[in-house]
Nanobody, 126 residues
């Protein structure tokens, strides 16, 4: 049974920080998967915000999150995290963890990834 579960969302002030966690139960070892974080704001399409390769050596960020967000993973603990700093009002969204079987040690970040969590809500207030 494949499961991804996000945690750590909540209400945070503009300029504040929050750390999201993704705990995985994927049937194979966690290092067999590339992992990404997506978000979906009200009225907008889901977008990838960061991704990390199976080894953790390579990461990817979209322009709006680069320098503010940090994706990491601990394969021994089957967890991936997204540290979000200097949050802005436009970061308000439901954040999702996604995983895909890794064919290479390179981040994957696309809407068709195989496994998804149910999401955790982050609200950034003024």
């Amino acid at each position: 049974q494949v499961q991804l579960e996000e945690s750590g969302g909540g209400l945070v002030q503009d300029g504040g920080s929050v750390r999201l966690s993704c705990t995985a139960s994927l049937g194979r070892t966690f290092d067999a998967y590339n992992v990404a974080w997506f978000r979906q704001a009200p009225g907008k399409e889901r977008e990838c915000v960061a991704a990390v390769s199976w080894s953790g050596k390579t990461s990817y960020y979209i322009t709006s999150t680069k320098g503010r967000f940090t994706i990491a993973r601990d394969n021994a603990k089957n967890t991936a995290t997204l540290q979000m700093n200097n949050l802005k009002l436009e970061d308000t969204a439901v954040y999702y963890c996604a995983a895909e079987s890794a064919l290479s040690d390179w981040p994957q970040c696309y809407s068709g990834m195989a496994y998804w969590g149910k999401g955790t809500l982050v609200i950034v207030s003024a």
